[in-house]
Structures are given as C-alpha cells and as structure tokens.
C-alpha cells in the first residue's frame, strides 16, 4: 500500500530567526528521496516540522499512509508517530543508561507497536545481528557505529511506514557511514518503505537516493529528478565539491 | 513480584514497625517516627517527578504547605476527620500540580527548578495574606489527647503515626508499581533524552503532566495532618526551605533511580536529624543534610543504590 509525504510551501522560524522559507517537496511511495545540505541550512528543522517537534508558521505537511490522507500540521508529535511515521534523529538520541533491548522495547512504545512487539524484534536482532549479541549491554557503550544501527532498529521498532533519517553519517567513520547507509537501503527494501532523508554527504547519500533536493539557506536551491541530475550538477559541485 | 504481594510485605512491614514501637511504648518513637515517615513520602513523591523523569523540583515545600493549609482552612470551616482531609489534599495539590507542570514544564534543567522555587514564594505569600486560616500569625489547631477506636482508647500520635505509615506504604507501592509499568518505562525516556522519547512516540507533555499530578498529590497528603501534629501552624513552618531541601537529598543520597533510594535516604537523614535534635539542636539540621550531600556527591554520585549496584557489577561474573 502507498504511503508518501507532501510538504507544500512550508515556513518555520525559530523566534525571529527565518530557518525554513517556502519550501516544498515531497517523497512518494517506495522512493528513498535525499535531503543534501551543509550544516546550518535547515535540514534537521524540516524533519523536526513533519514530526510536530517544531511548528510551521506556514504550509501544509500531508502525510499519505496505506491511501489515507493525513495533515500532519497541528498534530502531536505522538499522533504523527501513530500514523507510522519514525524519525532516526541525528545524533542517534539513545537512551544510553538502558540496554540494547531495552531501547528497542522503547521504540515499541505506542499501543499499536505493542501489538507486534515480537515479531519486530526478531527482525530487527535477524537484520542487525551484532544487536542480538549485544542485548544485554548498556547502548552508551556500544561504538559509534553499532549506536547508529541500535537508532535504526529502534525506529523499525514502530513498524512505520514512512522513515526519516536525520543525518545518519554524524560522527561514523566512512566506512561505518557507507555500512549505515546500505543498511537503510536493506530495510527499506525490506519493508517496503518510504525515506527520507536529510545528509551532507552527498556521494554516500546518492548511492540509495532515487531523488533528491538541495537545501540552502533554507530554500530548495535544486530539484534533482533522478540520481543522475543529482550527479551531474553545477549547484552541488559548487557547494560540496569545490569545483 | 508484582504490585499485590509487594503491598503486603510493605504492610507487613509496617505493621511490624507498629508491633515495636507498642512493645517500646515511648511516645517519643511516634513523634520521632512520625517525622521520618513523612519524609519518607515527601522524598518517594518528589523522586516520581525528579528521579523517575529527572526534573528536578523545588517546590516541595509548596505541596506540603498547601496540604497543610487545605487542613487549617477545613479546620476553620468544619472540622473532618484527617482521612478524608489527606484525600482533599491530595486533591487540592494534584490540581495545582498539573497547573505548574502545565506552566513550567516548557522549561526544562535549571530553568524549570527555578520556576518551582518561585512557585513556593508565591503560595506561601498568598497564605501569609490569607487571613482565614491564620495569616502571618499562624492557625492552632486542637485535638483531644486520645481517640477512641471501638472501645480501644489510643493516643492521638499513634493514630497520626499510624495514619502516615499507611500512606507511606501506599506512597512506596504506587512508586514501585509505576517504575515497573509502562508509564515507568516512559518516564526513564523523558529523562534520558526528551527528545529521542518524542521520536519513539512517546507522550512526552501528557507523562510529565501525570508525573507533577502524582507528585503533587502525594506531597500534600504528606502535609495534611502536619497541622494536628505541630498543634500551631504558621506559614513559616509549614513553607520550610527543609522540605523541599531534605526531599531532593534524600533520593540523592539513596539513589534515584529506585523506589529503594528515597526510603534509605529518608530513614539515614531523618533519623540523624531527629538524632541531632535530641543531642546537639535543631539548628543543625540542614548542616547535616548540607554536609551528607556533598560528601555522596563525591563518594556515590548514584546514591547507595548506585554504589550496591556498582559493587554487584564488578563482582564475580
């Protein structure tokens, strides 16, 4: 069943500082579709307005989920979680004093995962193996690397249908950002679900994006429509790349 | 174990405590006793709050003296029997706590202490220009010396010690009850990462709003037969630094993150309190509380609870 999300003209500020002006984009069902942005441009802003941590001024957020409509604007962050949308945030947010399988129960709060508690932790300890064999340890001492699976586990926890990752590479090794990101690709695959996710870099990001936007200032300064125009760009090789 | 058969064994408890101090048959233990009880609540209602969801309170002394003064204003217009004055406490004081925790909770650390240190200033100015239950002059309150309880004739400090045990065993079961449930479970999210909470779908507004609720509520059952206890109330007494001092120092030097931790804290200060005041004088107090903080701060910063689990840990495999 399709699940997609639709941001439309939104606006958000933090007080008087703009963060957000008049950005729009959306993710349909089944695409993986790339935030690119250098630190500061308003990435993390915009996943925390579709999660409802922050309030637009203005726009619409509408989330599809299995066909339904929502609109995602004024809802409480809970509600937004019920609907199946997960937010992975940056900087993984364990809770670092309990347990690997306590933070993946956590993740399981709402009565809905509940129901299915079992089974997603069979998956989730079957597709990050190195979790089962850690179940018992304390997640603050887990590397860096194995954190960032724990923060994807536990979201998969939710059974969500749409997922937001929130700069998975912050503070991982490259090779540790490359193993994240096939590993988001794995469970999207897997569940058949539909990302987002907001990144700064750019040739890891691209690999599993099938679209994706550039983000500056808090605008989309370029709409790429395929990872290829993604590639082959002036803007980004300007930005990211230096030439 | 679940919630039934720990309420039992703390009953039990309790009535055993009940059992030694008859067997003593000194006065003295009840009013002693009497004390360390209440900070037994005091310190289990703040930890509910300030341990289970680390937001730590001020304003315990705002709980307890509301308590007391919904006793006082009760007194004045019809007297009722302290029972059914605790359950109006508890009402009056979760009331006002789910309204500080509507108002503050925006703030979180420092900020949110500060706004419930000025919570206290602000009740106990209402009450000091309150003149109906006394004003800056203060309210007594009588009781007769003994009860009679079918046929059976008790002294009234054992009917208040009896009294404030049984809220404490409620007190300690509801704590223990909530850190194992799913609510618990919530709780521990809010105080290690808020955030990471909201993003697994948890009600961060509603758990802290149930958190101040509870809390509030089981503070001003705590005060509520403060008022025939002391005998004269006054809005110095019943507004004391010491409350809200002692409740955060007891879980502190416990442990916070248990149910276990505010009940050692408060029998270990409490009890050397009470010590002190017989011996050297109740002066000296807050010196001793002051003084037992720092020193946990340094040797146990997880309180005893910490240091016993520390010490399990690094035992053998």
């Known amino acids: 069943m399709a699940s997609s999300i639709t941001i439309e003209n939104v606006h958000a500020a933090y007080g008087a500082v703009r963060v957000i002006e008049n950005v729009s984009l959306r993710a349909d069902a089944g695409e993986t579709v790339v935030l690119l942005g250098t630190n500061g441009n308003g990435k993390s802003t915009l996943m925390k307005c579709i999660m409802g941590i922050v309030r637009p001024a203005s726009g619409s957020i509408v989330a599809e989920i299995d066909g339904e409509k929502h609109n995602l604007v004024g809802l409480q962050t809970e509600q937004i979680v019920d609907l199946g949308i997960a937010l992975v945030p940056e900087g993984r947010r364990l809770f670092p004093k309990l347990t690997v399988e306590e933070n993946l129960l956590l993740g399981a709060f709402r009565k809905k995962a509940r129901a299915q508690i079992k089974g997603n932790l069979d998956f989730c300890f079957e597709a990050f193996p190195r979790l089962a064999e850690r179940r018992r340890q304390l997640a603050g001492s887990m590397s860096g690397g194995e954190q960032q699976m724990l923060a994807l586990a536990r979201a998969l926890m939710l059974a969500p249908r749409i997922l937001l990752v929130d700069e998975p590479s912050v503070g991982l090794a490259p090779q540790l950002v490359s193993r994240t990101i096939d590993a988001i690709k794995q469970l999207k695959d897997h569940y058949q679900l539909t990302v987002l996710m907001a990144e700064q870099n750019f040739t890891q990001a691209i690999r599993i994006a099938d679209r994706g936007y550039v983000i500056v200032h808090g605008k989309i300064a370029f709409e790429g429509r395929s990872a290829d125009e993604l590639n082959n760009n002036d803007l980004i090789r300007k930005f990211y790349l230096g030439m | ?317």
């Open chain 2, 1 to 317: 174990m679940n919630t039934l058969s720990f309420s039992a064994i703390a009953t039990a408890v309790g009535l055993a405590v009940l059992a030694f101090a008859q067997w003593l048959g000194l006065d003295y233990f009840y009013f002693a006793g009497y004390t360390i009880l209440q900070f037994i609540v005091l310190a289990t209602a703040w930890n509910i709050l300030g341990g289970y969801c680390g937001y730590v309170n001020f304003g315990t002394a705002a709980f307890f003296g509301l308590g007391a003064y919904t006793t006082v204003f009760m007194y004045k217009l019809y007297p009722l029997p302290i029972p059914l004055l605790m359950l109006m406490s508890a009402v009056v004081c979760g009331i006002v706590g789910f309204g500080m925790g509507y108002l503050t909770l925006r703030l979180r650390g420092a900020f949110f202490s500060i706004a419930t240190l000025a919570m206290a200033v602000v009740v106990q100015t209402l009450v000091i220009n309150w003149d109906f239950v006394g004003g800056s002059r203060g309210a007594y309150i009588l009781h007769p010396e003994n009860l009679e309880f079918a046929g059976l004739k008790v002294n009234y400090i054992v009917y208040l010690f009896v009294l404030m045990l049984i809220l404490a065993v409620v007190a300690l079961a509801s704590a223990r009850a909530i850190e194992r449930s799913q609510l618990g479970f919530g709780f521990a999210t809010i105080r290690d990462d808020e955030l990471a909470a909201e993003a697994c779908g948890v009600p961060t507004l509603r758990l802290k709003l149930i958190a101040t609720t509870l809390s509030g509520a089981f503070m001003g059952m705590a005060g509520a037969p403060f008022p025939y206890y002391i005998g004269y109330l006054q809005p110095q007494s019943a507004f004391a630094l010491d409350y809200a001092v002692n409740s955060i120092a007891m879980p502190m030097i416990g442990g916070t993150t248990s149910w276990v931790g505010p009940l050692v804290g408060a029998v270990l200060l409490g009890s050397a309190q009470q010590y002190a005041t017989v011996t050297i004088s109740s002066a000296v107090n807050l010196l001793i509380v002051g003084l037992m903080l720092v020193a946990f701060v340094i040797i146990a910063p997880n309180g005893l609870i910490g240091l016993v689990q520390k010490r399990l840990r690094r035992g053998p495999p």
